[in-house]
Every structure is written in structure tokens, then in C-alpha cells.
């Protein structure tokens, strides 16, 4: 019962920037973590970064320096900031929401993804 839908995907030149969110919806109560993975073409899903109801956060070492998870609370909303972008982050991004839905159970749930591209 808990949705989730990933945007701001597209085309950006090297070195460029993007933001991506990730918005969920349903009989949601609360979000206890929301995070981002990313599969290119070719490869398995690879984790990139996740944070927790507790602001905890952790990165892929592929992003760190360059990457900043961040989240609105009352929009249950989490955001991916993508700074200086190398052709190498191309890929298809999908955002992962473990939520506390009504009747004081957890669901998971993943979105179905936004294309990064990283070309000149």
C-alpha cells in the first residue's frame, strides 16, 4: 500500500548537477529510512545512499564527496543531490522506502526508477 515515485532524472553534461526525489505516498505513519540505488546498464543494483528517521546517512565510496542525501519530513520526501556527475553515474536510479504504515507494521517498497545519463 505504500507508493513510491522517483523524479528528476535526464541528460546532464559531465561535471554538471541533478536533483532527485523521491516521494511516498499510502497509509503511511512515518518514514523510518529512505535510500537510493542505481543500476547502469550491464550491472547489478548498487546501493547509493540511504538515510534514517534518525538522520543517520551512508554513502556508496563511488558518490561520497559528491552526493548529499537529505529529507522533508512532513512531505515524506527524500532527495538526491548529484554534484559534479562523471559519465560513470549514468545509470537508472530507484528510490527504497521502509515506511510505518498504519496498524504499526513496516512495509518496503521500491520506486520505479528515474535515468540518470552523464554524457558530453
Known amino acids: 500500500q505504500v507508493q513510491v515515485v522517483e523524479s528528476g532524472g535526464g541528460l546532464v553534461q559531465p561535471g554538471g548537477s541533478l536533483r532527485l526525489s523521491c516521494a511516498a505516498s499510502?497509509?503511511?505513519?512515518?518514514?523510518?529510512?529512505m535510500g537510493w540505488h542505481r543500476q547502469a546498464p550491464g550491472k547489478e543494483r548498487e546501493l547509493v545512499a540511504t538515510?534514517?528517521?534518525?538522520?543517520?546517512?551512508n554513502y556508496a565510496d563511488s558518490v561520497t564527496g559528491r552526493f548529499t542525501i537529505s529529507r522533508d519530513n512532513a512531505k515524506n520526501t527524500v532527495y538526491l543531490q548529484m554534484n559534479s556527475l562523471k559519465p560513470e553515474d549514468t545509470a537508472v536510479y530507484y528510490c527504497?522506502?521502509?515506511?510505518?504504515?498504519?496498524?504499526?507494521?513496516?512495509?518496503?517498497?521500491w520506486g520505479q526508477g528515474t535515468q540518470v545519463i552523464v554524457s558530453s
Open positions: 538515510t534514517t528517521s534518525g538522520g543517520s546517512t
Open positions: 527504497n522506502v521502509q515506511a510505518w504504515v498504519l496498524g504499526g507494521t513496516t512495509q518496503g517498497a
Open positions: 499510502g497509509s503511511i505513519f512515518s518514514i523510518r529510512a
